[in-house]
């Protein structure tokens, strides 16, 4: 008489679920990528302020060949940071695709709740149903006797 629950949408869920982590992998990922970005950035900006400053004692090739490697760290900053901006701009894409798949996720979970107490009503109703026709069908018996 009692039946198993079931919801006609659970692999839709299963699907939704899927997509859902997967999503979230995505966005671990692109988190992990800029704080890399990050870093390679403050090394950066941390070699061109180390070597920025002439010393007295230094000679003209020397000086030079630093002027160029600060030249150098300066074009490497400003890619990083624009390299970081573009990172910046995929995280929060995939920070809004992450939000619409738990969306879409728990929309379905909160249907399925809904039709779980939906059927466990209907199983309760069923059951006093029956209690009530076997207190019934008891008080018949017990007014014969």
Same mark, same amino acid.
């Given at each position: 008489?009692?039946?198993? $629950?079931? $919801?006609?949408?659970? %692999?839709?869920?299963?699907?939704?679920?899927?997509?859902?982590?997967?999503?979230?992998?995505? $966005?671990?990922?692109?988190?992990?990528?800029?704080?890399?970005?990050?870093? %390679?950035?403050?090394?950066?900006?941390?070699?061109?302020?180390? +070597?920025?400053?002439?010393?007295?004692?230094?000679?003209?090739? +020397?000086?030079?060949?630093?002027?160029?490697?600060?030249?150098?760290?300066?074009?490497? #900053?400003?890619?990083?940071?624009? &390299?970081?901006?573009?990172?910046?701009?995929? #995280?929060?894409?995939?920070?809004?695709?992450?939000?619409?798949?738990? #969306? &879409?996720?728990?929309?379905?979970?909160?249907?399925?709740?809904? %039709?779980?107490?939906?059927? #466990?009503?209907?199983?309760?109703?069923? &059951?006093?149903?029956?209690?009530?026709?076997?207190?019934? +069908?008891?008080?018949?018996?017990?007014?014969?006797?």
């Amino acid at each position: 008489m009692a039946q198993r $629950f079931q $919801f006609g949408l659970d %692999k839709l869920l299963e699907m939704r679920k899927e997509k859902e982590e997967e999503s979230k992998r995505l $966005f671990n990922e692109s988190q992990r990528a800029k704080k890399q970005i990050e870093e %390679k950035l403050e090394e950066l900006k941390g070699n061109y302020h180390k +070597y920025k400053g002439i010393s007295p004692n230094e000679d003209v090739v +020397y000086q030079k060949l630093k002027r160029y490697y600060l030249q150098g760290l300066q074009s490497g #900053i400003k890619s990083t940071e624009n &390299e970081l901006v573009l990172k910046n701009n995929e #995280i929060d894409k995939r920070r809004k695709e992450l939000t619409e798949k738990q #969306i &879409e996720r728990k929309t379905v979970e909160t249907l399925k709740d809904k %039709k779980y107490m939906a059927y #466990i009503k209907e199983q309760d109703r069923v &059951e006093q149903i029956n209690s009530d026709e076997l207190a019934l +069908y008891a008080y018949m018996r017990g007014g014969q006797v």
